[in-house]
């Protein structure tokens, strides 16, 4: 039986960044979903599992940071990389407290970015 891909959801409010990490993952071989704010994201976890959800820190309405916190009390095992454009020690303990198993800063470098997944994934 072929092994199924891992699944990725990206949860980002810019569209172009959104599209452009989605087909970048698909490209490699990823199912990616997107959700622009943290209630789509939600919805879509509501009736999907995903192997690493990937979500930037400031969303309109519930942040990224909070998103993961109420997420991982119920799935307290998902893997969760953190995107922010502001970079401070502050954001990055957040990140962790929250269980992220890393996190990125902005601009993305896909190329920094999919070594880091793979290394979440365990690849």
Same mark, same amino acid.
Do not use: W
């Given at each position: 039986?072929?092994?199924?891909p /891992? ?13 452009s ?5 698909r490209?490699?071989g ?5 959700? /622009?704010?943290?209630?789509?994201a ?27 916190a109420r ?5 307290p /095992?998902q893997k ?14 957040e990140a962790?407290r929250?269980?992220a198993?890393?996190?990125i800063?902005k ?17």
């Amino acid at each position: 039986m072929p092994e199924m891909p /891992d699944r990725i959801l990206i949860v980002e409010d810019e569209d172009t960044l959104c599209e452009s990490l989605q087909r970048v993952f698909r490209r490699d071989g990823y199912e990616a979903d997107i959700a /622009d704010s943290a209630e789509t994201a939600f919805r879509l976890l509501e009736h999907n599992t995903y192997d690493l959800i990937l979500t930037d820190v400031i969303l309109p309405g519930i942040s990224g940071i909070e998103l993961i916190a109420r997420y991982k009390e119920q799935n307290p /095992d998902q893997k969760v990389i953190i995107m922010t454009a502001y970079a401070s020690l502050q954001t990055a303990v957040e990140a962790l407290r929250v269980g992220a198993v890393d996190f990125i800063v902005k601009p993305i470098m896909h190329d920094e970015l999919k070594r880091m997944v793979k290394k979440a994934l365990g690849r």
